[in-house]
């Protein structure tokens, strides 16, 4: 069940490849299948033949030709730490991470948009919000992080314009890592 307690939008996938939509008794193309989904409609695409699953498939798919399109949202690092994170220890967390994030996200344009629209009659309220959006939004991250790399972690309480412990320790690991790509574009 979605979020409106209706049922998705079911997509048949043929053996000729050709989508279906159940609803309405006709084909379907991708960028329909995207549209149906910015518009809020969960969609799921099984194969006919065998039953399997092929939502998160057809979901790759948009998003490629979306990012071949050069509708770039996702930055060649994010790209690129997305594959690292299918070989090493970031697996176990990271889809849980990404889902919360999104949530996190979501809940946030939520209460921008409040907060823009109570600018509109009062701007000390609307800041007040966004500054406590930001505070509930560093919460959140300390919870998602549960002590990993030290967010979240009691020493968060460095004076302002201080980096804390954490920070400088990624600053070090940062310049180790230029260091070794230096001497790797050597060899």
């Known amino acids: 069940m979605t979020e409106t307690g209706t049922q998705p939008l079911l997509i048949k996938r043929y053996a000729s490849r050709r989508l279906y939509n159940t609803e309405t008794s006709d084909y379907v193309t991708l960028e329909e299948i995207a549209r149906f989904i910015r518009e809020g409609r969960e969609v799921r695409i099984i194969d006919l033949k ?5 939502t998160r498939q057809y979901l790759l798919q948009i998003i490629a030709e979306h990012e071949s399109r050069g509708e770039n949202l996702l930055p060649v690092s994010v790209l690129t730490d997305l594959v690292r994170s299918y070989t090493d220890q970031a697996h176990a967390f ?3 991470f990404l889902q919360a994030s999104f949530d ?4 946030n344009q939520s209460r921008f948009m409040e907060g823009v629209q109570q600018t509109i009659s009062t701007p000390i309220t ?18 998602m992080m549960g002590g990993w790399m030290g967010v979240g972690s009691e020493d968060d309480t460095q004076p302002e314009g201080q980096p804390d412990a954490t920070a400088r320790e990624l600053e070090a690991i940062k310049a180790q890592l230029a260091e070794l790509q230096s001497k790797l574009s050597k060899l």
């Open 94 to 96: 990271l889809p849980d």
């Open 104 to 107: 996190m996200m979501r809940e």
């Open 50 to 54: 065998s039953g399997d699953d092929l």
């Open 126 to 143: 609307a800041m007040q919000g966004i500054e406590e959006m930001q505070r509930r939004q560093r919460e959140a991250m300390a919870r």
